[in-house]
Structure formats: C-alpha cells, structure tokens
C-alpha cells in the first residue's frame, strides 16, 4: 500500500513525495492508521525501519496548521545526536506546511533555544535532562499539549531517565495522546505504559530481540594483548566504505581512537565527554567522508544516523545485550547490507553467551587467516554445528567511497578478494548469509538510514 492511502494531508504526502518515498516500511504501514485515530501507541521494530517516519508522519497530518499557543507536541529522546535528528526529520517531511520544529538539548547554550520557544513552536524536541530545565524555570509550559512521544523508551530506562521522564507526564495534560516506540520491549516499559498510556494499540514488527537480517555478524576470539593488532589486521583485510567501532569506556574510544590515527587512520571519536561542537563536528566529518573510522561508546548506538556504514566492529562485547543488536543495527540499515564483528577475549565468553541467549541464536566464530594469535587462549571453541557462515573479511585494503552521503544505495555487498578468515568451529557447509528471519523494509521506503528506491 503507498503512502498516498494511509490518510495523510496533501501537505504532508509533498514533503514525502518530495523525498522521493513512495512505500511505507511494516512499522509505518501498521502505525500511522493508528495514530491518525488518536489511539496511545506502543510501537516495537527493529533499528533502521523508520520509526520516526511511523509517528512524525501522522502527527504533522494532526497538527494541520501552524498555531502560536505554544508547543502540541513533545517527542523525548535519549541522546543529543537523535534528537537532532528526529528534528531534522520533522523539518523534512513538513517542508510543505508552515509547522514549526525545534530541539533543545544540552551541551550547548540556552539563547536560541529560548527564542525559539517564545517564538512559538507546534513541535519540540527534547532531550529529557534540557526538558526538566525549561520545565523547571517555567519558560516551556505544557498547557497546549496534545501528543506525547517517548522515542527509544528502552534506552531511557536504561540511562536511568525514569525518574524524569515520570515527572515530565505528570506534567502534561491527562487528555493527550500517549506514543511509545522502542526497538525492544523489556518488561520494564510495560510498567511505564501502566501509567503514561491508556488502552494502547501495540504495533511489533519482526522480532524484538532479532539482528537485522541484512547484517552479517561474527566473533573473532583473540586475547587481550593481540585484539588492537587484530582490530588493524582487519581494516586491513575488508573493503570498506566507513567503520564503526564501539568501546566499552570513554577513555577506551580514546586510546583506540589515538593509536588508529598512528596507525595512518583518519578517526573521529564521540563519546559523553566530548564537547557538543567536537561531537557535531565529527558526525558530520564522518558522515561527509573527512572520516573513514568513527570510534564511539554506546551513546551512539542509537543516535548515530549516517547512511552507508559498511562495518561495525565490537571492539569490547557489550554488558547489555540488547546494546548488541543496536550496535550492529548500525550498518545494514534501509535494505543495505553490512557486516558486524566482535572482538572476544575469554574473560568475555560469558558476555557473549548472554547476548545469544538474548537474540536466540549462536553467533558463528571466525578466525582471521594468516594473522599470528600468538600462544594465548583464544575463546572457548563451540562444538560443530550446522548453520550460516560468518562475517568474511578478506584482502583488498582499505577502499573509501564517501560513506555517510544521503542517497541510493545497492543491496550488494562490497567485493572481497583473497585472505578470508577461517571458521573456528562450524562447517562450510550452509549459505553464505545468514536468511531472513523476518521481512525486509520495502523498496523505496523511508527510514532513518538510507533510502534504497529500487534495489533490494
């Protein structure tokens, strides 16, 4: 079904039209109905399959017109990065109205962000600690609120928002529409639901706790002394367009960022302790090229929105599982296909039990060719077992071809020559890629990631 049947204004169907969308993906096609009833939401899908779309779309259609009574619409975000984002995705697909979008976030002054909500504002979007400020000193009042979002619910609770986020609901009016929307759905978020939402339709697209099917992922065991020369083998051996790597600790992304950059790499670095000008500057340095590796901590597992990412590398396995599937929901976004790695050592065996546990599958091990171990144990072997190949980096070296540029993108992989990682313990028999264990967003959607028109 394309967008022009799902109820949305002219104006809203030009900005989107504009854009060059023409299906809806699953979570869209399945949420914006709901939405346009007035109905509370909690909408559950995996990263990547636009989300933002889901609500923004049919709130825009909602709010109709522009109005000065102050903000209709709150949508709270976990991190800086994707609340500017979802801003910028408002602005986009209401290009064509004369609806107003701001955010407001730390980490920067108060100045603009004041003019803009005396000036009037239909939306704001808000990081919840920059929210409780303007809460606080009165100068953002929620006495026009009609629609309330939670976006990333999951990661809030997990960044210990609760408290906050509580007290911000208490404030809103108790006659407003209620929307969730998560790429999990822990048992916790129920228990906010109990009290933020009234008789809420729940929109589940694929499973929660699945990899994205268009990712292909492995462990590669090392110790701990040979996991960075492990990490500059592999750059060395893939061909990539831009990489992502994830550390466990601020000064972690530090140390790999500094001895990538000896190594002849052109790095980012974004994590909580970065200035919000260092932090904007190399999200956008990354996404134009300036940077082929960008090494993060979890911040920016789910507030990195840069098309093209060719690879995520773990160089530390997270502690929470589902930071695992956001982490690798990094690449392979919008039909796109990726490759995902996890450096283990054996002190880490148990961490990537718990996250096979949590995504119901074995994660096949691999061993990179030609690469010297040395004498240390590597991660326990697991015994053999039938089941899809991993990851496959292979000779090439490095090839940067502008990741991060908004636009079309094939679903084919990178060519590879040579040099293949050997399997630590499964057979060969069995597909290359791991199959789909759920459905794929439709040609031409829209996502927060790359858009992909005609090619799947």
């Known amino acids: 079904m394309p967008f022009t049947k799902l109820g949305l204004s002219p104006n809203v169907l030009r900005g989107v039209q ?11 096609l399945r949420a914006i109905p709901v939405i346009l009833t007035g109905r509370d939401l909690i909408g559950s899908a995996q990263t990547g399959t636009g989300k933002t779309a889901a609500f923004a779309l049919p709130i825009l259609t909602k709010l109709g017109a522009h109005q000065s009574t102050g903000p209709r619409v709150i949508v709270l975000e976990p991190t ?25 976030h730390g980490g920067v002054g108060y100045g603009k962000q004041r003019s803009d909500l005396r000036a009037g504002m239909d939306v704001v979007v808000a990081t919840v600690g920059r929210m409780m400020d303007f809460l606080n000193t009165g100068e953002l009042r929620l006495d026009a609120l009609t ?13 210990g928002f609760l408290p906050d986020v509580k007290r911000i609901i208490q404030r809103c009016p108790k006659q407003r529409q209620t929307l969730f929307f998560s790429a999990t759905i822990p048992p916790e978020i129920q228990a906010v639901a109990s009290f933020a939402l009234r008789n809420p339709a729940q929109v589940e697209i694929g499973v929660a706790r699945a990899v994205t099917a268009t990712v292909t992922h492995a462990v590669y065991p090392v110790s701990q002394a040979k996991k960075f020369d492990l990490l500059l083998a592999l750059l ?44 904007t500057e190399a999200l956008a ?7 082929e590796v960008m090494v993060a901590t979890d911040i920016a597992a789910r507030g990195i929105d840069v098309a093209g990412i060719s690879h995520v590398i773990n160089y530390d396995v997270p502690k929470n599982p589902e930071d695992y599937v956001h982490r690798i929901g990094r690449t392979g976004r919008a039909l796109a296909v ?34 010297d171990y040395g004498a240390a144990p590597l991660y326990p072997p697991r015994p053999p077992q ?26 084919q992989r990178r060519g590879h020559s040579g040099g293949q990682p050997q399997r630590a313990s499964q057979p060969a028999a069995g597909p290359a890629h791991p199959q789909p264990s759920q459905p794929r967003p439709q040609a031409g959607s829209l996502t927060r990631g790359r858009w992909n028109p005609h090619r799947v």
């Open 386 to 411: 039938p089941g899809p190949s991993g990851g496959r980096p292979s000779q090439g070296g490095r090839s940067h071809h502008g990741g991060g540029q908004r636009g079309f993108g094939g679903g």
């Open 147 to 159: 629609i309330l979002v939670l976006d990333e619910v999951d990661r809030m609770l997990d960044m």
């Open 285 to 291: 340095g990354f996404k134009s090229g300036r940077y």
């Open 80 to 104: 800086r990065e994707l609340a500017a984002q979802v801003e910028t995705s408002f602005r986009d697909c209401g290009r064509f109205t004369d609806l107003r979008a701001t955010v407001i």
């Open 18 to 28: 504009a854009m060059g969308y023409t299906d809806p993906t699953p979570i869209q």
């Open 338 to 371: 990726g490759d995902a790695f996890t450096l283990a050592t054996p002190e880490e065996a148990r961490d990537v039990r718990d996250i096979e546990r949590f995504i119901g599958q074995k994660i096949p091990q691999s061993k990179l060719a030609g690469f």
């Open 236 to 279: 060395a051996h893939i061909d990539f367009d831009s990489v992502l790597i994830f550390s466990r600790t601020k000064h972690g992304a530090d140390r790999i960022a500094r001895r990538l950059k000896a190594a002849n790499h052109s790095v980012a670095v974004l994590h909580a302790n970065r200035s919000q000008n260092q932090r």
